[in-house]
């Protein structure tokens, strides 16, 4: 009996103390250097010129890859057209194989590539494990599901693929916004070149190897790596039949300009500036875990964030008390540990971005607030940060900060709700915490955002369509919709 209960008292203090050792990152083999993957095979650059990408969260070098020049690009696009006559041509069940094939390698390599996500993105590996692996692989399998039912979903008997599609991905989601691109143009029978984002380009790389591995024809999948140089050949490109973009407003713009007046078609998903507004009536808990997960998820790099928080008067004081208390227990750091909430932010360019909006919010009369927590020395880190006292014209209110960065504004009534969040020149996301369903229908109709999530936040599913209005782009990713930006019967 004494033993036990000594046993029991010891037992307490090595609990509070456990910290599950980090994600080993010996589960993922990183090569010094990586060419581009043009026609089925890892090749130099005409030019041969070397970047190197770095793990955010302590900025060593993770591995060199290749800068692709304009004659790299070109022959991506050739191989990409050569192939798209036999791949258009097969059918789409036989299509489908290759899909799911991709989507089970996906799930066997989950671990490897949640690792190296992380490692090179800088978000927490429970995020990648939990949120980004697991769609990646559920994207993959939706749109195999389409491939042989084409006929079936409304575009016409005989649905056309458009061609080459060029594809251009930024870094918040490297692999989740490759599974977006590459699935519903595998599926619909276009082949693809690929450019990733220049700070990620890994997953991009290894996923090169999963085609290699699901016996991919050559040529279907084409990734060219570089910086905005490369992206801008891509779009450029006389061969290509079909741009998708997802990235800033203002680069959207640029590639908008580029395609105009050309037979290309053209998606954009671009940037937003989300309104989340909790209502007095809201489970005020779940609204809390909702306003937290809206804009401390992926260290609020996020196009869908809910960057502004819109709380009903009579309930300020006592949701950013909670909201308060909850962001002191949020853990940053080391993104490689299981128990990590808040990683590193992607690069030293995004982390002057934030530092310089927070600094003007600041400037503008906002009250600036964050939980003690100590930053990592190095690598790229900015603290779970909100503001008070926002209005409609302070800079954090209107512009993207694409960072753990919460502005907190106030309304009314439901009216005044609505026109706040719309007041945006973005229309990607917003999220309502109420009771009332009827509230929550009638302003789904009236908000002007391409998603509106009810007592959620931040919810994905491939069957879902995601996309923007205004600014914030257009075209829809995800569902039947999806299909439609791939297909001449659109
Ligand atoms: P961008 O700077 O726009 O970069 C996106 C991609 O475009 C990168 O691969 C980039 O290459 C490339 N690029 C840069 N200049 C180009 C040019 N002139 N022509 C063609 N391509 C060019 O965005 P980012 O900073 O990576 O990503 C953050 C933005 O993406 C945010 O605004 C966010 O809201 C938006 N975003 C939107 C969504 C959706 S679904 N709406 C999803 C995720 C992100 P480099 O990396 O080499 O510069």
Known sequence: MTELTQQTETAKPAAFAYAPAPESRAVVDIAPSYGLFIDGEFTDSAAGGLRKTVSPATEEVLA???????????????????????????????????LFRIAR??????RELAVLETLDNGKPIRETRDADLPLVAAHFFYYAGWADKLAYAGFGAAPQPLGVAAQVIPWNFPLMMLAWKIAPALATG???????????????????????????????????????????????????????????????????RTVAGTDKRLTLELG??????????????????????????????VCCAGSRLLVQESVHDEVLDALKRRLTTLRVGDPLDKNTDVGAINSAEQL?????????GEAEGAERWSPACELPSDGYWFAPTLFTGVTQAHRIAREEVFGPVLSVLTFRTQEEAVAKANNTPYGLSAGIWTEKGSRILKMANQLRAGVVWANTFNKFDPASPFGGYKESGFGREGGRHGLEAYLEHA
């Open 64 to 98: 060199e890859y290749t800068q692709a020049e304009a004659e790299d690009v070109d022959r991506a696009v050739k191989a990409a057209r050569k192939a798209f006559g036999p791949w258009s041509a097969l059918p789409g069940a036989e299509r489908a194989k290759y």
């Open 105 to 110: 390698i996906v799930q066997e390599r989950s």
């Open 190 to 256: 276009n082949t693809v070149v690929l450019k990733p984002a220049e700070t990620t380009p890994l997953s991009a790389l290894f996923f090169a190897d999963i085609c290699r591995q699901a016996g991919l024809p050559r040529g279907v999948v084409n990734i060219v790596t570089g910086d905005g140089s490369t992206g801008a050949s891509l779009v450029g490109h006389p061969g290509v039949d079909k741009v998708a973009f997802t990235g800033s407003t203002a680069v959207g713009k640029e590639i908008a």
């Open 272 to 301: 937003g500036k989300g309104a989340n507004i909790v209502f007095e009536d809201a489970p005020l808990d779940q609204a809390i875990e909702g306003i937290v997960n809206g804009i401390f998820f992926n260290q609020g790099q």
């Open 352 to 360: 002057a971005r934030i530092t310089e909006l927070a600094a003007a």
